[in-house]
């Protein structure tokens, strides 16, 4: 940081990478990240799709939000951070933060095309992004990121909200939930049946 400003320096290519090479890394990381995202998307889905759509607006108490206002305060935040990444800052004067806490959607349907549309304006920034633009800078409030550190903040952010998701779903759905990942006291059999389909273990 130089007075305030964000200022990016090239290191000495020690490793003997090519430029073809940066690029490839560039491109490697964007789909990484992609695939994190779509996983964290996947996960919520999976969590929330197994309760009734009446249940997405219960809160577990009333110092709590409830999976459907997660679910738009996500949706809202996508919408403020990636629509012009690079050209503006991603606290848009148009977001209205407070009432992304509120649920007045009239119906599930609103509910889940507000989700997606906060997902597909995410998706269209990453797509959009080329491996030489992770290194510009874009503001967030005011303060100097680059293109990678708010990606970071971004997976640390939806991350944080997609475990609450799931806990508050697992919660609320009862003995009729069914197991995200691998179930309690079936670590063996898991990596077992992992096992068989891969190279074995070094």
Same mark, same amino acid.
């Given at each position: 940081?130089?007075?305030?400003?964000?200022?990016?320096?090239?290191?000495?290519?020690?490793?003997?990478?090519?430029?073809?090479?940066?690029?490839?890394?560039?491109?490697?990381?964007?789909?990484?990240?992609?695939?994190?995202?779509?996983?964290?998307?996947?996960?919520?889905?999976?969590?929330?799709?197994?309760?009734?759509?009446? $249940?997405?607006?219960?809160?577990?108490?009333?110092?709590?939000?409830? *999976?459907?206002? &997660?679910?738009?305060? /996500? #949706? !809202?935040?996508?919408?403020?951070?990636?629509?012009?990444?690079?050209?503006?800052?991603?606290?848009?004067?148009?977001?209205?933060?407070?009432?992304?806490?509120?649920?007045?959607?009239?119906?599930?349907?609103?509910?889940?095309?507000?989700?997606?549309?906060?997902?597909?304006?995410?998706?269209?920034?990453?797509?959009?992004?080329?491996?030489?633009?992770?290194?510009?800078?874009?503001?967030?409030?005011?303060?100097?990121?680059?293109?990678?550190?708010?990606?970071? $903040?971004?997976?640390?952010?939806?991350?944080?909200?997609?475990?609450? *998701?799931?806990? &508050?779903?697992?919660? /609320? #759905? !009862?003995?009729?939930?069914?197991?995200?990942?691998?179930?309690?006291?079936?670590?063996?059999?898991?990596?077992?049946?992992?096992?068989?389909?891969?190279?074995?273990?070094?």
């Amino acid at each position: 940081m130089r007075g305030g400003r964000l200022v990016f320096t090239r290191c000495r290519n020690d490793a003997g990478l090519t430029g073809d090479a940066v690029m490839d890394l560039g491109s490697a990381f964007m789909r990484s990240v992609r695939a994190k995202f779509a996983a964290q998307k996947e996960l919520a889905e999976r969590a929330f799709g197994q309760l009734p759509a009446d $249940r997405l607006a219960v809160a577990l108490s009333a110092e709590t939000n409830s *999976i459907a206002v &997660i679910m738009k305060h /996500l #949706a !809202g935040n996508m919408r403020s951070r990636w629509t012009d990444l690079l050209a503006s800052d991603g606290e848009k004067a148009w977001r209205d933060r407070d009432r992304e806490f509120v649920d007045d959607f009239a119906s599930h349907a609103d509910l889940l095309a507000y989700w997606e549309g906060g997902w597909s304006c995410l998706f269209a920034a990453l797509d959009a992004l080329a491996p030489d633009d992770l290194l510009k800078p874009v503001m967030i409030r005011g303060k100097p990121h680059s293109v990678v550190e708010a990606i970071h $903040r971004q997976l640390d952010h939806y991350g944080y909200h997609v475990g609450q *998701i799931v806990l &508050i779903a697992r919660v /609320l #759905a !009862g003995d009729t939930w069914q197991v995200l990942t691998v179930p309690r006291g079936g670590t063996k059999e898991y990596n077992a049946r992992v096992w068989q389909r891969t190279e074995p273990r070094p």
